[in-house]
């Protein structure tokens, strides 16, 4: 007998559960969708990080036909503004370290800087940032780099990526939750439109989902996309949930969806994360439209103060756009998954959305659930397995986004201060003391798989200023000709990219232009 699935709640999570679950088994289990209209998406997830190349390769999706429907582009990094003071910006792009004579090229920028700016001097990427240059070509051609080389277009996972692809994506999450409901209910997902009022138990945890209108729909696995509620895996569950509060305290966020003359002004490459009096502000460029939000932590900002920040900081354009306030649930559910049913998305856990995390704990919930998939029965080792793969992964990206602020050299007031104050998650500050002697590396960042490699964390660190750190004494015994001749050639490379790249907006305007019959 066919196995079913219903997933409680659509948006972002719901809809890239139900393609992903469909693109591996196709019509081998029955997938339901239930959502109601009443509930809105977030929407705060509007950023990525390059994993995502995966997820929409593996649903067959190709860039030119859902990106221009999400008003999608393309994100090579995060551009970090004010951290370190007023007036200072670094990039973290998504580019790995060349290394020379063994070591990465950081290590020589210590000993022998070729300018104050170690992202433009050690990445490709922050130069092409600086310019709002596209990553391909008008002919499609990726810079530097071949696409099938690095994996496009083939059906892998987050576990194979062994390259670094070189830019993540910028899209409207509603209109992209659309588009999946449209391609997947096609293609034989149900999607039923109703209210779950109660939901059932049994001795395997849920027995149904009691709808207003639909009667109760039954299922072998419920997977639970309700959102901060997690209305099936903690309220009805009831498993416990771990807040991260006392190293993450920012848990609001105020929002607003701003037009953008984007032929005059351009689309920026990237996203902007800019340090505010109580947390930080995102500027999201999409096609069409600015998404921005401040978030920040209700201990040293009230929801008035925030808003009149934001709009302030946005100018005229944002007068008269209606706000949306957002209370953050930061932290995760202790169990993922109980019995026969798992959370994905919000339901398990969120991070503040500083590093685009949001999009990627469904990627790799969704993942890692295919992964451990049950048969005729519910394995609990396995079960147990997954839920120590997914909790490591939220655990490790709450102990990188903590080293960020206490990275961070800004400490102009109170809750900048605190930053360098706060109890620091898991190993955290012994591996901050050994950082001080010595770069981070895979030997010394957080061990298990959360989507950050030693690269990031090295960016983070000589960007954000707060922590002094040095290159290995053997960098002085060894001659640094090679270094220089890498510096050389990562600047022409850049030159050239830059010389030859479309703009961003210059790329998307010929993506959309009508197809010659």
């Known amino acids: 007998m066919k196995k079913t699935v219903v997933i409680a709640g659509g948006g972002t999570a719901g809809w890239m559960t139900a393609a992903y679950l469909q693109a591996s088994f196709a019509d081998q289990i029955s997938v339901t969708v239930v959502e109601s209209q009443a509930i809105s998406t977030i929407g705060v997830g509007e950023a990525t990080f390059s994993t995502i190349r995966h997820f929409f390769s593996y649903i067959g999706l190709e860039e030119r036909d859902w990106m221009p429907a999400c008003n999608a582009t393309y994100k090579l990094g995060i551009r970090f503004e004010n951290w370190r003071h007023p007036g200072h910006d670094f990039y973290h792009p998504f580019e790995r370290f060349s290394k020379v004579d063994g070591y990465p090229l950081p290590e020589w920028w210590l000993r022998n800087a070729p300018s104050e700016r170690f992202d433009r001097d050690c990445f490709v990427i922050a130069n092409l940032c600086d310019t709002m240059r596209a990553p391909y070509s008008l002919e ?241 080792t396995l079960v147990e397995h997954y839920n120590q793969v997914v909790g490591r992964c939220i655990d490790g990206i709450a102990e990188f986004l903590a080293f960020h602020y206490y990275a961070a050299a800004r400490t102009d007031n109170a809750y900048w201060r605190a930053t360098k104050e706060r109890e620091l998650p898991g190993r955290l500050a012994e591996r901050i003391e050994l950082w001080r002697s010595k770069l981070p590396d895979a030997e010394s960042v957080y061990p298990y798989y959360h989507g950050f490699e030693p690269y990031s964390y090295v960016a983070l660190l000589l960007g954000l200023g707060g922590i002094k750190t040095r290159s290995r004494a053997v960098i002085d015994l060894l001659d640094d000709g090679a270094a220089t001749a890498e510096f050389d050639r990562l600047a022409g490379q850049a030159r050239r990219a830059q010389a030859e790249l479309p703009s961003q907006y210059e790329y998307f305007a010929h993506m959309r232009r009508p197809v010659e019959a």
């Open 140 to 380: 499609g051609r990726l810079f530097d780099a071949d696409d099938e080389a690095l994996g496009a277009g083939s059906r892998t996972t987050l576990a194979e990526q062994d390259t670094q692809y070189p830019y993540a994506y910028h899209f409207d999450a509603a209109l992209l939750a659309d588009y999946l409901m449209k391609r997947t209910t096609a293609r034989g997902v149900r999607r039923v439109v109703d209210s779950i009022v109660d939901v059932r138990r049994d001795e395997r945890g849920i027995a149904g989902l009691v709808t207003q209108e639909h009667g109760t729909v039954e299922a072998d696995l419920y997977i639970d996309c309700t959102g901060f509620r997690g209305l099936l895996i903690n309220k009805a569950l009831e498993e416990p949930f771990t807040s991260f509060q006392k190293y993450l305290p920012n848990d609001r966020a105020v929002a607003l969806r701003v037009p953008a003359d984007i032929e005059r002004n351009g689309i920026a490459p990237y996203t902007t994360a800019t340090a505010m009096d109580a947390g930080w502000k995102w500027t999201i460029p999409l096609f069409g439209r600015i998404g921005t939000g401040y978030v920040y932590a209700s201990d040293y900002c009230s929801p008035e103060e925030a808003e009149k920040a934001l709009r302030e900081a946005c100018g005229p354009a944002a007068a008269d756009l209606e706000a949306n306030h957002i209370r953050m649930r930061i932290g995760r559910t202790r169990n993922s998954w109980v019995g026969n049913c798992v959370a994905i998305g919000l339901a398990s856990g969120f991070v503040e959305p500083l590093e685009s995390t949001g999009i990627f704990f469904i990627q790799h919930g969704i993942e890692q659930l295919v992964k451990h998939f049950p048969g005729e029965r519910i394995d609990p």
